[in-house]
């Protein structure tokens, strides 16, 4: 009885704790105030991001072995015009040449992740290592460091190695949590002397959800009302693993930091005087950031999504809740497992509750009970998903303070796409993304945020997922249908180094030459880079060399124009 009594109390103690660290958040409170002038503090560190599938291609190259993205793009049907990343970015050969560029760029680090069945082709540090795969990394971390560059190594971005799927059952299974441990392990063991910057996770959400709920991302299982939760379960327990293993055998020796990058949206309130408005903003962002982070940072997951799960659960019959639960000792286990927090954010929408009867069936998405909305006004020049709405990033910074304890931030993904016929070298969209969202994390530094770097997505163009090559994030444009793969650098290259070098924005008129100088760079030669035969045997590395292609693909529009036109006659 007197245990019962005591547990009660510490439930208690915990749901007031937990409320009590989100109160600190004003929902009601939205400052969009005009651009601020200013810079960042001393040594803050700006980078650029990639991981293994999307840029590396070499697919079976040196006795790599397959990932599940390798198994489910070579799939009909599963990417867009059936694309794979078979040879993407042909970054596994030409990194020496990207490094040059990212040392032009006058970047401080250099976000990657390291290819699972690259050096452990089976998935099992037991049975084989790749020695040609730890040779290839430990020479772009070598060419890095010689270049004055940090490397922040992400050690999972997906591509989980395709044995572990087929004969586990991948992250549905616990014993994922283990055999990620001797994974990690190897490379704390082979590039720990060096790297001192490590993320266990990349976007578990979408691990989650889009691997295991839609299937619309490897290995494309649609197991509703489930499969994430379990994932996202083992994905947790295999990172405080991790954390834990650098923890007590490497740290001392090797004075690194171990995080997780976790993406989110922001998601504000249809209506911020509406309490239930406020109420479904607060679900949309537990259910999206807190499913992770409050393990990582409280112990357990967020009390509205154990409510919430729990509730429908209940509701359709079952004798648990859907959401798995953590033991007292896993609670402990992985509370603090957070050197820092790696955040990506994109974009955000307004959120309006939304009720959905269990009897519509088990998902993720229905648990919520919210709707996600968007202005129409927003800028959206790429991705369907991804809308410019800058002052949701400080929104998000602000809460992820406030909500737990003010960590120490690096942001880990943050740009925008474009997704055109002939691609615009001159992305004055994406200059203009990259100014208002910095500026916006600049004031969130104002306002006591601890961020400590800033890491633009993408270095390269690269292969996107179920989008295939038909979404472009990159600063230097890729063109994938020379095999040579040459990069070319678009506008924002030079603007986002200009706001490297003066480490902000100094002041209005410099921050106008900027974006001036940037477009005039790229017009000199033309605005826009079409898919040239003529040209396909140039290959740029340092030097911004644009082909004259303007009227070559006003041509290919008029004819394909002419075809449709023919097609109806």
């Excluded at 397959?66 to 040879?87: C, P, Y």
């Excluded at 004075?255 to 005087?273: C, F, H, Q, R, Y």
Aim: proline fraction near 4%; charge should be neutral; glycine fraction near 8%.
């Amino acid at each position: 009885m007197l245990q019962q009594r005591i547990l009660r109390m510490y439930q208690v103690v915990a749901l007031v704790l937990c409320v009590s660290a989100s109160e600190d958040f004003d929902w009601t409170k939205n400052e969009r105030t005009s651009f601020y002038y200013g810079t960042f503090p001393t040594g803050f560190s700006w980078g650029a991001g990639s991981s293994a599938y999307q840029t590396e291609g070499a697919w079976n190259t040196d006795g790599k072995g397959m990932s599940i993205w390798d198994a489910f793009s070579h799939k009909k049907g599963k990417i867009f015009l059936n694309a794979t990343g078979d040879s993407s970015c042909e970054g596994y050969h030409k990194f020496k040449d990207d490094i040059t560029l990212m040392k032009d760029m006058k970047l401080n680090h250099y976000r990657f992740s390291i290819s699972w069945p690259r050096i452990l082709p089976s998935g099992l540090k037991s049975e084989h290592i790749n020695e040609k795969g730890i040779s290839y990394y430990d020479d772009l971390i070598n060419k890095l460091l010689d270049n004055n560059i940090t490397p922040i190594v992400t050690l999972y971005h997906w591509d989980l190695p395709q044995v572990l799927q087929e004969k586990y059952g991948g992250w549905q299974n616990v014993s994922m949590v283990n055999h990620f441990n001797d994974f990690a392990r190897l490379c704390f063991e082979r590039f720990g002397n060096r790297v001192k910057y490590w993320v266990t996770f990349n976007n578990p959400w979408s691990v989650a959800v889009e691997g295991y709920e839609t299937g619309e991302h490897a290995p494309g299982l649609k197991l509703r009302g489930t499969g994430a939760y379990k994932a996202a379960h083992h994905i947790i327990k295999a990172h405080a693993k991790v954390w834990h293993t650098y923890d007590t055998q490497w740290r001392s020796k090797q004075k690194g930091l171990v995080g997780i990058s976790l993406t989110a949206d922001w998601g504000e309130p249809v209506d911020t005087t509406n309490q239930r408005d406020i109420e479904a903003a607060e679900r949309h962002i537990q259910f999206y950031l807190g499913w992770f982070a409050s393990p990582i940072f409280h112990g357990d997951y967020p009390q509205i999504m154990k409510d919430y799960i729990g509730r429908k659960s209940g509701q359709q019959g079952l004798g648990a809740s859907r959401l798995p639960v953590f033991s007292p000792q896993e609670k402990s286990y992985i509370k603090g497992t957070c050197d820092f927090l790696g955040l990506g954010h994109f974009t955000t929408r307004y959120i309006t509750p939304k009720n959905y009867p269990s009897g519509l069936g088990d998902s993720y998405f229905t648990d919520r009970d919210l709707a996600e909305l968007v202005d129409p006004q927003w800028p959206d020049p790429g991705s369907e998903w991804l809308y410019s709405v800058p002052w949701g990033f400080r929104r998000m910074l602000n809460f992820v303070k406030s909500q737990y304890d003010n960590p120490m931030i690096y942001v880990t993904e943050n740009g925008v796409s474009e997704k055109t016929l002939c691609t615009e070298l001159c992305d004055d969209w994406r200059m203009q993304y990259f100014k208002d969202y910095i500026n916006e994390m600049l004031k969130a530094i104002k306002d006591g945020v601890n961020v400590k770097g800033y890491t633009a997505w993408s270095f390269l163009d690269n292969f996107e997922w179920d989008e295939g090559y038909s979404e472009r994030f990159g600063l230097f444009y890729v063109d994938f249908r020379n095999k040579n793969k040459p990069r070319y650098p678009k506008a924002s290259v030079q603007y986002y180094k200009r706001i490297i070098s003066s480490n902000g924005f100094p002041n209005q008129r410099e921050v106008e030459i900027w974006k001036r100088k940037a477009i005039e760079t790229c017009s000199s030669s033309n605005q826009l880079l079409a898919a040239d035969p003529l040209i396909g045997h140039m290959e740029m590395v340092t030097e911004i060399v644009v082909p004259t292609v303007c009227t070559l693909c006003i041509l290919l529009s008029a004819v394909f124009l002419m075809f449709l036109l023919r097609g109806r006659l």
